[in-house]
């Protein structure tokens, strides 16, 4: 069983540290608050979340609700802005991210 949860915590945590580059990466702009960011901008952000929330993540799906979805002051959920493209809420494109992600490593 402890071999289990060693196994999963470290697939999360290679999902995780997935989606920190993917943002990092991106060409997308992050919208919080009403002010804009770049990749790595968006990371910084996403990334003291983490830490401050790091006892309630056990998932991928739980780094993108509590660190990358929403303002934990306002309750404003992200908006990513992609080129020609309908902005879209972070919490969508991470998991959409993810989905593509897990596929990918099932490919292999």
């Not at 999360?12 to 997935?18: F, G, M």
């Not at 056990?58 to 404003?76: L, N, R």
Request: proline content about 2%; some cysteine; hydrophobic content about 35%.
């Amino acid at each position: 069983m402890a071999l289990f949860a060693l196994s999963a915590h470290a697939d999360s945590q290679s999902e995780i540290n997935h989606l920190l580059a993917f943002v990092a990466q991106t060409s997308c702009t992050y919208e919080r608050n009403g002010s804009f960011h770049n990749g790595r901008e968006a990371v910084a952000h996403i990334k003291k979340k983490y830490r401050y929330f790091a006892d309630d993540i056990k998932s991928a799906e739980d780094f993108i609700h509590y660190s990358a979805s929403k303002s934990t002051f306002s309750g404003k959920h992200y908006t990513i802005h992609c080129p020609e493209q309908k902005p879209i809420k972070s919490q969508t494109w991470l998991l959409n991210e993810l989905t593509r992600y897990r596929h990918s490593l099932k490919a292999k």
